[in-house]
């Protein structure tokens, strides 16, 4: 619908091919949907629900509950030794700073292309977000502008690997050693990509990852549950 002169009109367009050049369409069949079930996630569901222990604080049943349980195996497969879960990727963000000490009049440098909890989750800390540009091919931040907006101010480096790619981990671990600056990342496009060398996953080079399992990322639980990973040995 349009407004011209102060007339409403309405329009309509009509694209007549529905592939690039083509008039044969790419698939003939319905758009799966997301996010996916079967009988075993609602058996799974059902023994939640009946075990009695929906939260932490609930009353113990003599069983571990299914967030350690996953914890744990997530934890193995992305070979660190920490694997918390939380309420958010926002809450993960957030909990990260903390504890590095990110607060009032700190920088964070963030990518220019991702989510908004990565600029909010800063600001949330008291921390200013400095948007840096990305690389095209890999659609994260690019390092060599990451690297021209570093000052006496920044704090952290939150990197996001987007879209299934992985960002040029090896960059940034060098400018973060060289800096002496924490490096943040977020996996929640990225747990399970094969693009690292290490082989399955991203695996261990930040300070914390953060793999979410939010309805429009790569894997999905009964709820939004999403992980704050402390790579390395310390506590």
């Given at each position: 619908m349009v407004r011209h002169q102060g007339?409403?009109?309405?329009t309509h367009i009509v694209d007549t091919t529905t592939s690039i050049g083509s008039n044969t369409p790419v698939t003939t069949q319905a758009w799966p949907k997301w996010p996916s079930?079967?009988?075993g996630t609602l058996k799974v569901i059902t023994e939640v629900l009946e075990s009695t222990r929906w939260t932490i604080s609930g009353a113990y049943s003599g069983q571990e509950t299914y967030e350690r349980r996953f914890a744990r195996a997530f934890a193995e497969y992305c070979g660190t030794q920490y694997c918390t879960p939380v309420t958010s990727g926002t809450s993960a963000l957030t909990i990260s700073l903390l504890a590095l000490g990110v607060g009032a009049g700190d920088e964070v440098l963030v990518p220019?292309?991702?989510?908004?909890?990565?600029?909010s989750a800063t600001c949330s800390v008291g921390a200013v977000p400095v948007l840096v540009d990305i690389d095209p091919e890999s659609m994260a931040m690019s390092p060599q502008a990451a690297e021209a907006r570093i000052n006496a101010k920044t704090k952290a480096i939150l990197l996001v690997h987007a879209y299934c790619r992985t960002a040029d981990i090896d960059s940034f671990l060098d400018i973060c050693e060289r800096y002496k600056i924490p490096l943040i990342e977020d996996c929640s496009q990225a747990h399970?990509?094969?693009?690292?060398?290490?082989?399955?996953?991203i695996r261990r080079p930040g300070m914390f990852q953060h793999a979410t399992s939010q309805g429009a990322d790569l894997w999905r639980r009964g709820s939004r549950c999403d992980i704050g990973s402390r790579t390395g040995g310390e506590t």
């Open positions: 007339k409403v009109m309405n079930h079967d009988s220019g292309l991702t989510w908004v909890a990565c600029a399970g990509n094969v693009a690292w060398p290490q082989g399955r996953g």
